[in-house]
């Protein structure tokens, strides 16, 4: 595995290897890899001859100064894992690789940037988009690994590969979860061990809540998921949003569309995580 902290040699590198014919996968993370990110890994070693992962804390993506200062940091461990998933090149530029100027660029992406995670944290996928759209510029990958966890940041990324009409199909790849359910996430090594302990009970109150669909109504399981969590002090709901799982808008019936999704995202004391579970598909 090469480490790689320009574009001009990323560039270089992969030009040799696409003049001999060989696709290229690229896996966008910021770092503190764990299971869920070494599954995309996995994935873009079985469909590519060449695996780029980057890995860069993107401060363009951060609205809360304390949240980019916290998020944790841990290169040598992810190049040893990333070593061991067969990665091809790990990619680690420094912010002023990144943003020689800074990034005057404005996205946007009605309806889908308007709910959720749009509101909750302002610029956050502005800032996502531009590192994003660097990442595609540099690497000019044939295909992008990205997790469902992240549920609306994947369906933002397809739209702005889209709008951008770059020739690459963003593959999204299933949420990894402990044995607990909790869903695998970078912050949950910020979580205390009571704090993870409690975690444990989002995703059970999700799960739980697809049990009951669709007897109960769309109102009855959103309230449901609510004061499941609502009787433990260490949480605190954002939101818990039923949405069409291509549009993101909410829905109110079980039949106002094919495929519907509940995303959540919720404090565990100070760490804010996220997760999401499929109701109809
Ligand atoms: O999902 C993430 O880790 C980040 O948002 C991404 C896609 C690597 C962009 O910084």
Not at 184 to 197: A, F, G, P, T
């Amino acid at each position: 595995m090469k480490k790689i902290t320009t574009i001009s040699d990323l560039k270089k590198i992969l030009q040799i290897n696409r003049e001999k014919g060989l696709s290229i996968g690229l896996v966008p993370t910021m770092g503190a890899l764990h299971a869920g990110h070494i599954s995309l890994v996995n994935k873009s070693v079985a469909d590519n001859n060449v695996t780029v992962v980057s890995v860069f804390v993107n401060p363009t993506q951060f609205n809360d100064k304390n949240d980019l200062d916290r998020y944790p940091r841990t290169l040598d461990a992810d190049t040893t894992l990333l070593e061991k998933a067969g990665c091809t090149i790990v990619f680690v530029p420094s912010v002023e690789e990144m943003y020689p100027e800074p990034d005057t660029r404005t996205f946007s992406f009605a309806p889908l940037d308007q709910v959720m995670e749009g509101p909750a944290r302002p610029g956050h996928f502005n800032g996502v988009a531009q590192i994003v759209s660097k990442l595609f510029y540099a690497v000019e990958p044939d295909r992008a690994y990205f997790g469902q966890k992240d549920f609306q940041q994947v369906a933002i990324i397809r739209l702005m590969t889209k709008q951008l009409n770059l020739p690459i199909e963003i593959v999204s790849c299933p949420i990894m979860r402990e044995d607990s359910g909790l869903a695998l996430s970078s912050r949950n090594m910020l979580l205390s061990d009571e704090e993870r302990k409690k975690a444990t009970k989002i995703s059970l109150a999700l799960f739980k809540s697809t049990t009951f669909v669709p007897d109960k109504s769309v109102e009855e399981i959103k309230a449901f998921v609510k004061e499941s969590l609502s009787s433990d002090l260490v949480f605190r709901m954002e939101y818990f949003e039923i949405v069409d799982g291509y549009t993101l808008q909410s829905v109110k019936s079980w039949d106002d569309a094919s495929y519907i999704v509940g995303c959540i995202t919720i404090y565990c004391g100070k760490i804010r995580l996220i997760d999401n579970v499929v109701y109809k598909k």
